[in-house]
């Protein structure tokens, strides 16, 4: 069965410090991982895509990595600031009629 | 660009009322996608369109939803008779093709009493 788990579930973190929230897939086959950002109210906005081939992108603070072989994916916020609280959602794309698949994501709340 | 836009933003209604949803994707995107999210559930695909033809409906719940792209700049998603389980967040999206990188409207928050 197609699924995507993400870890943890919620998390709370001063600001200024770093974080890695996970994504673990059972999608296939793959074809690529995306990781979205939702702000409290919003719809969600892609901050990266992850192909099979690609082991490491970064965006500003947050740096994905992805390891096909595990079929583990994380996002790593560096210095965090307060507007980095959101939900954070893994969406894993399989190929061919393989369906596109929602984690239900991480709730991180960055405090002062 | 606007980015895609939605209406209403909220919706309370009673339970087997006739739900409306509007969708006016980003002009020039050819792929429209509605998305229902919930706690439990998270966000799921419901069904999208591909130059305003439906491609995957598979992800409707059952025959009271519906969902028509009468044109390229339009779309609407239908509940009827509406439930308390509906309630949830509705979302658009559009892109040019896939839908990992579609670009999502603010959603309409439904509220089925």
């Known amino acids: 069965k197609n699924q995507v788990e993400q870890s943890p579930q919620s998390l709370i973190i001063l600001e200024g410090k770093n974080c890695t929230l996970q994504?673990?897939?059972?999608?296939?086959?793959?074809?690529?991982l995306r990781w979205y950002k939702q702000d409290t109210g919003r719809g969600p906005v892609s901050l990266t895509i992850m192909t099979f081939s690609e082991n490491t992108k970064s965006n500003g603070r947050y740096t994905a990595t992805l390891d096909a072989d595990t079929k583990q994916s994380s996002l790593h916020i560096t210095a965090s600031q307060l507007s980095d609280s959101a939900s954070y959602i893994c969406v894993v794309r399989g190929s061919g009629n393989t369906p596109l698949v929602f984690g239900k994501g991480t709730r991180l709340s960055v405090i002062a | 660009d606007a980015g895609v836009i939605q209406s209403p933003r909220h919706e309370v209604t009673e339970m087997g009322q006739e739900v409306t949803l509007r969708c006016k994707p980003i002009?020039?995107?050819?792929?429209l996608f509605w998305y229902r999210q919930t706690m439990m559930r998270g966000l799921e695909l419901l069904i999208y369109f591909n130059n305003n033809v439906p491609i995957d409906d598979s992800g409707m719940p059952e025959d009271r939803f519906s969902a028509k792209m009468p044109n390229a700049s339009f779309s609407t998603l239908k509940i009827q008779p509406s439930e308390p389980r509906d309630s949830a967040v509705y979302f658009c999206?559009?892109?040019?093709?896939?839908?990992?990188?579609?670009?999502f409207g603010q959603g309409t928050r439904l509220t089925v009493v």
């Open positions: 002009s020039g995107h050819n792929s």
């Open positions: 994504c673990n897939y059972t999608v296939s086959p793959f074809s690529n």
């Open positions: 999206a559009s892109s040019r093709g896939q839908p990992e990188g579609a670009f």
